[in-house]
């Protein structure tokens, strides 16, 4: 033992002892409380991507079809579809950007939905999807590429 130890009178050996283990106890519980912190961020992350899948999948598969059908009669209509779920969309953008801790990575989420849809004030708040400044009739590929954008920030590493 190092002599300093053995200076000491017995009361001071515990008092000395007590701090080093009250220390290390409360290193561990901060520790564990930051590790806890971050599974259940990663967790909430991973509930709001799946809820942004979820709720992009059927206008990819709507997209999907109407380019399959291109111009015969199954083809269905892409516009009003987006437009019905366009609150769903919302709905899961809002909950997952939360979700974006990064204020970079947040701004670039924010601004690939603001390229997939806006909201057009002088015609009685109609939304105008990214299609309706596509050229050459390419806008279903082009609202699908702007989806898709949107879903990469949502995936799984």
């Given at each position: 033992m190092p002599s300093f130890i053995n200076s000491l009178s017995i009361s001071d050996q515990w008092f000395y002892g007590s701090c080093i283990m009250i220390i290390i106890t409360l290193g561990g519980i901060l520790?564990?409380?930051?590790?806890?912190l971050f599974r259940d961020r990663k967790k909430n992350f991973f509930e709001a991507s799946k809820k942004l899948i979820e709720a992009f999948s059927p206008a990819i598969a709507c997209i999907d079809a109407a380019v399959l059908y291109d111009s015969t009669h199954d083809s269905p209509d892409v516009n009003s579809?987006?437009?019905d779920s366009f609150e769903t969309h919302d709905a899961a953008v809002n909950q997952f950007e939360a979700y974006i801790t990064r204020k970079r990575k947040r701004k670039a989420f924010k601004k690939a939905w603001e390229e997939y849809c806006e909201l057009e004030p002088y015609h009685g708040g109609i939304t105008l999807f990214a299609g309706h400044y596509a050229?050459?009739?390419k806008h279903l590929e082009f609202i699908k590429e702007k989806i898709e954008i949107i879903l990469k920030f949502g995936k799984l590493k």
């Open positions: 520790f564990t409380h930051r590790l806890l579809f987006l437009c050229p050459n009739g």
